[in-house]
């Protein structure tokens, strides 16, 4: 069975300070791999995605970045945190590209 | 262009009445649709995956048909439990790139005593 696990589980930073969040994906060779940003009480906003090392697409610009240095690995990044970017990341994997199957998340609050 | 629109908001309802989520689409191509669930503090899980053919998905009481004919997909179950109350999300991939997901605004659902 997969399991899909993220670091750290919750986050205090500071504005302007840099940030970088983990996924891990066990049990699942070459995963298409992805990033989710939720406000508080939002809707979910897809953020990047990957479907093979060292690839990584934008689909909504934050100011933020992501990269696929393994296979099982996919780190989301920022080198100036703003107070908008509090909030719940969560990375998700899917199979063949549709259903997604999300990691517990980490919570982030900038201050 | 593609899109997802959802009953918007609060529904709030009374624990034994029948629950119905709204979800209708835009698409060009005949898309798969799926409904996630996320209770409060955790991830979204997936409840259910439209199938190409005519048969309804069911999970943990739930279930929901796709209607082509009026680009819909509504999540349905016959008796609301408490445990239900949670944010519910209609989704279905792109039309332009198969990677890309669109989620709806989501559903509140609480079920009341």
């Known amino acids: 069975a997969q399991t899909i696990h993220q670091w750290p589980v919750a986050e205090i930073k500071a504005v302007g300070s840099p940030l970088s969040l983990g996924c891990t994906i066990k049990g699942k060779s070459s995963p298409n791999l992805y990033w989710y940003w939720q406000a508080t009480g939002g809707t979910l906003q897809q953020l990047f995605y990957s479907i093979t090392v060292g690839q990584v697409e934008s689909v909504v610009q934050l100011n933020l970045s992501a990269s696929r240095p393994k296979d099982d690995q996919f780190i989301l990044s920022t080198e100036k945190l703003l107070l908008s970017h509090s909030g719940f990341y969560l990375c998700?994997?899917?199979?063949?590209?549709?259903?997604?199957?999300f990691g517990p998340g980490t919570r982030l609050t900038v201050l | 262009g593609d899109s997802v629109t959802q009953t918007e908001g609060l529904v709030t309802l009374t624990e034994g009445l029948p629950v119905m989520l709204n979800c209708t689409y835009q698409?060009?191509?005949?898309?798969?649709l799926f409904w996630y669930v996320q209770h409060l503090n955790e991830a979204p899980k997936l409840l259910l995956k439209s199938f190409t053919d005519n048969k309804r998905p069911e999970h943990q009481g739930f279930h929901a048909t796709l209607h082509k004919s009026s680009s819909s997909f509504h999540l349905q179950k016959s008796s609301a439990q408490l445990s239900d109350s949670a944010l519910y999300y209609c989704?279905?991939?792109?039309?332009?790139?198969?990677?890309?997901?669109?989620f709806g605004k989501g559903t509140h659902l609480h079920v009341l005593p």
């Open positions: 989704a279905l991939p792109s039309d332009t790139n198969a990677y890309k997901v669109i």
């Open positions: 698409s060009t191509y005949s898309p798969f």
């Open positions: 998700a994997w899917s199979p063949l590209g549709d259903e997604q199957y």
